[in-house]
Structure formats: C-alpha cells, structure tokens
C-alpha cells in the first residue's frame, strides 16, 4: 500500500539539493559575485587613469566601456568551444584576467610617460580585459548547471543577480576605499591577487575531480606566477611611480601626491644663471612657474580691485599666490578664498618654496579659506564681494568645464556687489583664440559686460584675461594706489587691451553652457597640437 508520505518522499528528494549541492552552488555565486567586482573595478580603474593623464573623463569613459562591452559580446562567442572543459577554462581566463587587469595601470602608466602611446595601449588593455571578462558568464553558467539541474531562465536569475550585485560593491568600493587606501596603481594589483583567488579557488574547491593532475599542476603554477609577478610590482610600486613620475616632468620633482581630486606635483630646478625656478602641476597642467608667476598674477589681480575692494573674493588659486597680491592693499578687510582640493592650500602653508612665493598669505588674519566646490559654494553662499577674481584650471575636462558655463558666470553675478568687477583667467589669445574668445562670449551670456586683455608670460606664452562688470565693459586700469608692480604700469596695461588682428576677436561662438560645454571642445582641438 502506497501512503501520502512514501509520495512525498522522492519529491522532496529531488527538490531539495545535498547540502554538499547547495555548498557548491553557493560557491560558485560567490565566486561570480567576486569576478563581476574585480571586473567592473578594472573598467572603473582605466577611466579613472585616462580622467587623471588625459583629461576628458567622457571621452576616456566612452573608450574604455564602449570597447569593454564590445569585446565582451566576442569573448562570450569565444567561450562555447571552451565549455567541455569550462572547469579548467574559468580558472585558466580568471588567472589571465588577474595577471592583465592588476598589471594594467602599471602598463598604461608606463606607455603614458615613456612610450607617449597611451592610447593605442588602451584599446588594446580594454579589448583584451574585455574578452577574458565576457567568457566569465559562459564558463560558469555552464559549471552552475552541472551542480543543481535547473531550467535556463532559473540559472541566468541567480547567475545575473550574483553578477549585478558584485558590480555594486567593485563600483562603490573602487572610489571609497581602493583609492583612499591604496591609490589606482596598488588598487588594482590587490584586485588582480583577489581575482585569482576567486577563479581558482573554485575550481580546486568545488570542480577539482574534473581535473587532471597535469591540468591542476598547470593552473596552480600557473597562479603561483601571476601572484609573485603581481606581489612583486606591489614591492616595486613606489618606486615605479616616483620613477615615471619624473620622466614625465624636466625639472626634478620635490613634492607629489595624489588626492581624491587630482595629481599634485612640485617641481624645482636651479639655473646657473638665475633663481631656483618652482612649479606647480595639477594633473600634469603647469600652473605657475616661480620665475614669471608675478606677470601671471600682477595682470590677473590689481586691475580688478580697481573699485571697491573691501570685501574680496578668489575662486580657486590655491597656491595663494593671487591672494598674495590682494593682501597688498591694506583697506582689503576680508579675503573668502574657495579652492575644491585641501592639500593644494595646505602644500601652499607648509613647503617653504611655496609660501616664500605666497609670503605667507594664508596666515592672514583678513583671509577665510574654504574647502568646497566653487560652484556648488556659489549656489549656497548668500554674501557679496566687491570684487571677484577667478583663478581657475584651464577648462580641458569635464570637472572643469562647468568652471567656463554661462551657470557659472551666472552664479559669480549673483555674489557680486554693486559696482563690483570680475577678472577671469581665460587661456591662450594665441595658442586657443576660439576658446578664449568663447569664455567672453559665456560671460556675457550670463549679463556681464566685458573688457579682454592679454600679458606675456614666458612659462605660458601670451596669456588672457577678461575683466567685467555686472554693466557695460569696465576701464581697464590699476587703482590709484597701486603698489611697486614689476611688470605692469598704465601704460603697459593700455597696451594689454590691443589684440593684432591676427588675433582679433571672434565672435558668433556659442556660449558654454552645462548641458552643452562648448568650451570643452573649443579648448581640446585648439590644444592637441602642442
């Protein structure tokens, strides 16, 4: 006699998988959970790298994922002949992966500052990790199956929800904690360990019986390769970097770090025949040298405090070198100076070749510096300077485009005082007319009147400015007061106002705005020839 329970039996047998079943099956999720997160902080690790060497973080992003996705639709093709042995292939692709993907900053690092072929090695880098990542999912579908028979729709749930989610913890640990801890070049060498980790740890737990003695000979010595090779550039790693560092930069480097924000780097070299000169570099963009920076500085500050000046406010110049001049006039009662990156005004306090050049200007009691976005500072802050100067990055990336937008200006009008005056770094006249001619353009769009200049600053070549008000075009002058100023004079500055028409204003260029960053565009065709 047949009762309920001798029934319910074998349905309940062949439903509920072994626990060794279960053990497995979760295995090889956690194993795909572990791969999509190295996988996703590759891709994350080489728009980051392009953001910093190149500049246009859209562009860089467009490569790398457009490629990555590309090659990982051919390497999931590539995969099906692998599947009979998708066992041995996971862990063979998953110790590949490591080795490419935790050597890849140090490799596109190393074609950046030697090679000058960076972006020929970055198609190739993305390409190839795209491949080894798109013949992941095949692999392990098909060792998902052989551990718990179920239907395709069920198996692609589980494989792609573990996928997603590992996504997740690569995209967020890769900006809050590889970065912060470990930097780009450490991080990724500690994914590529943890990459062959997973992949065949795996296989030796869970597929090993499907293995021969030769093929796991094989596969660990083969892991025990990539894990000294990648051990031993994370020895070397301090040195490789201070290494291609230099080769990047003429003059020895004395000071470089690297913040959430930027690459800081200082330079010193010592001419025979004349000073030490110093340099600034943010991301590879010189931003003074110490020989010339006072022709910079000088055109930039005093013909904007002209008129009121009492309450004064600077965008960016962090170095303290414009604050610098401000601090000259001693009826200026207060200096709010709004720089994004802390550790620039903090190289500024305490390395003595900077705050020589600086005099000190940052132990002023007069000045109030704040850490914050420029812009998003603007948005919030309720005060009103009378006079405002703008010494920002040149406007070669996203960041800093929206630095150049019609909002921005907008926003700069808005915190301006009655009769208050703006003076604005602009670029090259000669070397980017379009792009200098666009900020004017910008500027006015958002309701500023405005008067262009230009100096000659040998470290730069010839360099512009615009002068404006919330009015009609300003008078460009120097105050009344003017202290001792060693390259300008009314005279030399009436000249400024005089552009040879080979660099005559243009006009009909359409204003840089947030959604459409003209000036992005205008600036990186002008540049790329020099």
């Not at 090695?121 to 190839?128: E, G, K, P, Y």
């Not at 770094?425 to 009147?449: C, D, H, N, V």
């Not at 000659?456 to 007061?481: C, I, Q």
Request: glycine content about 8%.
């Amino acid at each position: 006699m047949t009762t309920e329970t001798d029934l319910d039996s074998p349905t309940r047998a062949q439903a509920e998988p072994a626990p060794r079943g279960r053990a497995a099956r979760t295995a090889v999720l956690v194993a795909v959970f572990l791969c999509a997160a190295c996988g996703l902080v590759y891709e994350l690790a080489l728009v980051a790298l392009g953001s910093y060497l190149i500049g246009d973080t859209v562009g860089q992003a467009s490569i790398v994922l457009s490629l990555m996705v590309f090659a990982m639709g051919v390497g999931a093709l590539a995969a099906k002949p692998l599947q009979r042995w998708a066992a041995a292939a996971f862990a063979a692709v998953e110790v590949l992966l490591a080795l490419i993907g935790g050597l890849s900053v140090l490799l596109l690092y190393a074609a950046f500052a030697w090679l000058s072929l960076y972006t020929p090695a970055l198609v190739v880098t993305a390409l190839v990790l795209g491949l080894l990542i798109g013949a992941e999912i095949p692999l392990l579908m098909v060792l998902l199956q052989r551990i718990r028979k179920q239907d395709a729709g069920s198996a692609v749930a589980d494989l792609f929800a573990a996928d997603y989610v590992g996504g997740l913890l690569g995209g967020l640990a890769f900006p809050f904690v590889l970065l912060p801890a470990f930097g780009q070049l450490q991080g990724a060498l500690l994914v590529g360990m943890l990459n062959a980790a997973a992949g065949l740890g795996l296989v030796l737990a869970v597929f090993r019986r499907e293995l021969s003695k030769r093929a796991v000979l094989l596969l660990v010595s083969g892991s025990v390769l990539v894990a000294g090779v990648l051990g031993t550039a994370w020895l070397l790693s301090d040195e490789f970097e201070v290494t291609a560092r230099q080769a990047l930069y003429r003059d020895p480097v004395v000071q470089s770090m690297r913040t959430p924000y930027q690459e800081v780097v200082l330079t010193e070299s010592f001419p025979l025949d004349g000073d030490p000169d110093t340099r600034l570099y943010l991301n590879g963009d010189l931003q003074f040298s110490s020989v010339d920076e006072y022709r910079y500085h000088e055109a930039l500050v005093h013909p904007v405090l002209a008129g009121p000046r009492s309450h004064v406010l600077v965008l960016g110049g962090g170095d303290g070198l414009a604050l610098r001049e401000v601090l000259r006039y001693p009826d200026v009662r207060d200096v709010t100076l709004v720089e994004l990156d802390p550790a620039v005004p903090r190289l500024a306090r305490t390395d003595p070749r900077v705050s020589e050049l600086n005099r000190g200007a940052f132990e002023d009691p007069r000045v109030h510096l704040v850490s914050a976005d420029a812009f998003a500072w603007l948005r919030d802050d309720r005060q009103r300077f009378d006079a405002v100067v703008v010494d920002m990055p040149d406007p070669d990336s996203t960041a800093t485009a929206k630095l150049y937008s019609a909002e921005f200006y907008g926003l700069v009008r808005s915190s301006m005082a009655e009769h208050a005056r703006v003076a604005v770094q602009a670029g090259s006249p000669y070397f980017a007319p379009q792009a200098f001619w666009a900020i004017e353009a910008t500027m006015r769009e958002a309701g500023l009147g405005t008067t262009p200049y230009q100096v000659s600053v040998p470290s730069f070549g010839e360099w512009g400015f615009h002068l404006a008000t919330a009015g009609p075009a300003p008078e460009l002058r120097l105050p009344a007061d003017v202290p001792p100023l060693r390259s300008l004079d009314e005279r030399t500055l009436a000249a400024a106002a005089a552009f040879p028409p080979d660099r005559a204003r243009i006009t009909g260029l359409t204003p840089s705005t947030l959604l459409h960053p003209t000036i992005l565009h205008y600036v990186q065709d002008e540049w790329r020839n020099y």
